[in-house]
């Protein structure tokens, strides 16, 4: 990493590559879905903005002596359902825009599916991919120590997101529990998700995100009277969400017929990608382009591949206005956290494609870090075969939820979810009171 000075300012936050920034679509989406449900104005001013908004400006040495001032920051939306709760996102696109529109969404998707969590989401503005391990390493120790009491094991935890990896998460949980009396270091565990397994993480959580995405589509299909079997999928993203997508939708035996990410895209007219072959190359390669089995093709004819299912499972804002022509998958499962733009969404509703919302397809993560916090408080290990049980029942509830909720709201599904999730809070709300 090279830098000018002894100590170098954080690098400026990317903008936005489409107009309404995240922050006022997920505005604009809450307060849709508030009008729906005729959410009082005193509950709606409160979750209208985060409880708090946490900075931290941080200096770390970098491997050639030099210091590096790295931005983190950690929004804190909603705690009224239990402890807040959300990713730590790695990206250079990190800032306070992002991340209250994301510490909003984990809100409504913990209130969603039933988990005791409230919402919260953080980052640190910076590309891992151009640091060191050691220096990685450094960076996430003094984020987590600037953090301070921000973060605690009932109050604010962190998971892994774009960019961050369980490791990462294993110095966050190492680091916090360094800080804290001797006495209670064994307790703190359970203050980061995500973990290695070896570090108390559950078995499970690596395809959590993934194995929701699946069981998500499988609900859906049963409503239609269809099974994941002889489906087929184009996924964008083949990071931890994406990776561990295909590789569940193809152990029920769904065809991925093209797979796209940062480096390009991959696609094949007859037959599947074979997601462990393609994760053997991006492992070598650093990415899916130039995969032999495959055909190289465009971004463009990436989004235009013909298949039953499309899945975006990499960042926000790509399926947008001007790709919708070329999409000809009937079902949208958004993988990645808006995902789909404003424009978009309405075009495709309009002509009749299913979109089942991020804060449905997604919530594996956050339901498998919560058994994840419970085994850790209670000194226990889940089977595996217990885990997929649990999330697979938390996911098909809150798909039938959704499902009641469209029928009698007469709304699109992402109306739906937020729906419930605010109807969840409202019911909170209303028996416990505004404090003082
Ligand atoms: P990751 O960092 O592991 O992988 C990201 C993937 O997106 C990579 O394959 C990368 O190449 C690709 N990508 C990045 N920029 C791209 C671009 N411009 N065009 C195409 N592809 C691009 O991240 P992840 O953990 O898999 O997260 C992906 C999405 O899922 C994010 O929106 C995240 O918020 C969401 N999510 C993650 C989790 C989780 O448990 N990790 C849980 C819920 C939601």
Redesign the pocket.
């Known amino acids: 990493m090279t830098t000018t000075g002894s100590v170098t300012d954080p690098p400026a936050p990317q903008s936005s590559t489409a107009d309404q920034s995240l922050y006022d679509t997920a505005t604009a989406q809450f307060e849709r879905a508030a009008e729906i449900i005729g959410l009082p104005v005193e509950y709606r001013t409160i979750l209208g903005s985060p409880k708090n908004e946490i900075i931290v400006n941080f200096p770390v040495r970098l491997d050639d002596g030099r210091y590096e001032l790295f931005r983190g920051y950690r929004i804190q939306h909603n705690n009224l359902l239990g402890p807040y709760k959300g ?1 730590m ?1 790695f990206s250079l696109g990190v800032d306070l825009d992002e991340v209250k529109a ?1 510490a909003t969404w984990m809100t409504w998707k913990t209130s969603l599916v039933n988990v005791p969590f409230g919402g919260a989401k953080g980052g640190i503005t910076f590309d891992p991919s151009l640091y060191s391990a050691d220096e990685r390493m450094r960076i996430v120790r003094r984020f987590t120590h600037a953090l301070g009491n921000n973060i605690g094991p009932e109050h604010d935890i962190p ?5 961050s990896t369980a490791n990462d998460m294993v110095w966050m949980m190492d680091t916090f529990a360094n800080s804290v009396d001797g006495s209670e270091r064994q307790n703190v565990k359970r203050v980061v998700t ?1 973990k290695t397994v070896e570090c108390g993480g559950s078995l499970g959580r690596d395809k ?2 993934g194995q929701g995405v699946a069981f998500a589509l499988a609900h859906h299909l049963e409503l239609e009277g269809r099974v994941v079997d002889g489906s087929t999928v184009a996924i ?7 990776e561990h997508t295909a590789r569940v939708l193809h152990a029920m035996g769904a065809e991925v017929r093209a797979v ?4 390009g895209a991959i696609a094949v007219d007859q037959g599947a990608i074979d997601p462990e072959q393609l994760w053997q190359w991006t492992s070598q390669n650093g ?1 899916v382009d130039g995969f032999p089995s495959a055909d190289s093709v465009t971004v463009d004819e990436f989004f235009a591949a013909d298949v039953d299912v499309l899945i975006p ?4 804002k ?1 399926v947008t206005a001007e790709r919708v022509p070329l999409i000809k998958a009937r079902i949208i499962v958004e ?5 789909t733009t404003p424009d978009a969404e309405r075009m495709l509703e309009a002509a009749g494609v299913v979109i089942l919302p ?1 804060v449905f397809a ?1 919530s594996g ?2 339901a498998v870090s919560y058994f994840e916090w419970v085994q850790n408080k209670m000194s226990q290990q889940w089977a595996l075969t217990e885990v997929d049980y649990r999330l697979r029942q938390l996911i098909w509830d809150a798909g039938d939820r959704i499902e009641a909720s469209r029928k009698s709201y007469e709304c699109t599904r992402r109306d739906a979810a937020y729906a419930v999730a605010l109807d969840r809070l409202r019911q909170v709300y209303d028996q416990r009171g505004i404090f003082p």
């Open positions: 990713g996102r994301l998971a892994p997101d774009l960019g995500g959590a995100t964008q993203g083949f990071g931890n969400v994406g796209a990410d940062h480096t990415g499972a990499a960042i926000e790509q993988a990645a956290n808006g995902p991020d997604n993560g956050v």
